[in-house]
């Protein structure tokens, strides 16, 4: 949402504001601690691993490139490293597989003074992305963090301490249920950026005629696509609604070229604009008695009933791919 408009009074400009200072948190140095003293475990654990490592660290400080690997638990239940990468920096991400314990990746100094030595943005996205993808997907995973080694000398990690904290679900209902005046006016290209997790499933929503008059999307893999719906538990499926309708010709041709979302439907979709957003939530749902009356209102109030009272719509329609 647009920040509200300064205030002020009087001649000459508002005085600058005192710059935030960030507190001091007083609920995870127990947790700090511990986690760090796993990390460290497993970054000792034999001979390989410290070798990797220690090349990993060198690499930070002298290679303009950046470069990660994983530490996975093996058959054995020993740790051995995989998923080598290089790349230019910010390119490399960490790829867990479900033995995966902790990512590791440098920050390398780029010659230009440095890039950040801290996690950035990125990072912790693509941690949080990695939890939610085995939970969802599997119901638990083994990854325990990611771990950062910078040019210059200093060392981060990224825990996880409570994976169920960490769900797609609570995401997308706080930023398209509790904050959705912030889309409503703005495109499909707005949500897709502020998503952050790469959509997977989509629908198209048509009514009679075949007039298309918006799209679903969905972060889910597809059979947890179907087992979310079937089961009606925490069906994160994103309602778009655009201010016109679409030429129904146009997309049609469209959907019988593609399965799933990709590229192509992103550029089709990115500049139309939003009337109505939300996300789906079925009545068997933990979340639903929360969102009820809001659901209400969007689905019947606001458009359900507009659409059948000028008789755009006889049933509604979707089609999965």
């Known amino acids: 949402?647009?920040?509200?408009?300064?205030?002020?009074?009087?001649?000459?400009?508002?005085?600058?504001?005192?710059?935030?200072?960030?507190?001091?948190?007083?609920?995870?140095?127990?947790?700090?601690?511990?986690?760090?003293?796993?990390?460290?475990?497993?970054?000792?654990?034999?001979?390989?691993?410290?070798?990797?490592?220690?090349?990993?660290?060198?690499?930070?400080?002298?290679?303009?490139?950046?470069?990660?690997?994983?530490?996975?638990?093996?058959?054995?239940?020993?740790?051995?490293?995989?998923?080598?990468?290089?790349?230019?920096?910010?390119?490399?991400?960490?790829?867990?597989?479900?033995?995966?314990?902790?990512g590791c990746h440098t920050h390398p100094n780029d010659n230009l003074g440095g890039i950040l030595t801290g996690p950035s943005v990125d990072d912790i996205c693509n941690v949080l992305k990695v939890v939610n993808y085995y939970v969802t997907n599997i119901g638990t995973t083994n990854f325990k963090g990611e771990i950062i080694f910078s040019y210059d000398g200093s060392e981060y990690l990224i825990a996880v301490d409570n994976i169920s904290k960490i769900t797609s679900t609570n995401f997308v209902l706080y930023n398209f249920m509790d904050r959705v005046a912030c889309y409503e006016g703005k495109t499909v290209a707005d949500v897709v950026n502020d998503l952050k997790i790469p959509v997977t499933n989509f629908a198209y929503n048509y009514g009679r005629g075949g007039n298309f008059y918006g799209i679903d999307l969905s972060i889910h893999s597809y059979p947890n696509f179907d087992n979310s719906l079937n089961n009606k538990n925490n069906y994160n499926s994103i309602v778009i609604i655009w201010d016109k309708y679409k030429d129904k010709k146009e997309e049609y041709d469209l959907m019988q070229a593609q399965d799933g979302w990709n590229e192509q439907l992103y550029n089709f979709y990115k500049n139309d604009v939003i009337k109505y957003i939300y996300v789906d939530i079925p009545m068997g749902s933990n979340y639903y008695a929360k969102y009820k009356s809001f659901l209400d209102l969007k689905r019947e109030k606001n458009m359900m009933k507009?659409?059948?009272?000028?008789?755009?719509?006889s049933t509604l329609q979707s089609r999965f791919r």
């Open 1 to 102: 949402c647009d920040d509200p408009p300064p205030s002020g009074g009087g001649p000459g400009p508002d005085p600058e504001p005192e710059p935030k200072k960030p507190e001091k948190r007083t609920d995870c140095n127990g947790n700090a601690i511990a986690n760090a003293n796993n990390a460290n475990s497993v970054l000792n654990s034999n001979s390989n691993v410290i070798s990797e490592i220690d090349t990993l660290k060198s690499s930070a400080r002298t290679n303009i490139n950046e470069r990660s690997l994983t530490i996975d638990r093996n058959s054995n239940d020993s740790y051995e490293i995989n998923g080598k990468k290089e790349g230019l920096p910010g390119s490399v991400l960490t790829t867990a597989s479900r033995n995966t314990i902790y």
């Open 306 to 313: 507009a659409f059948f009272e000028k008789g755009v719509l």
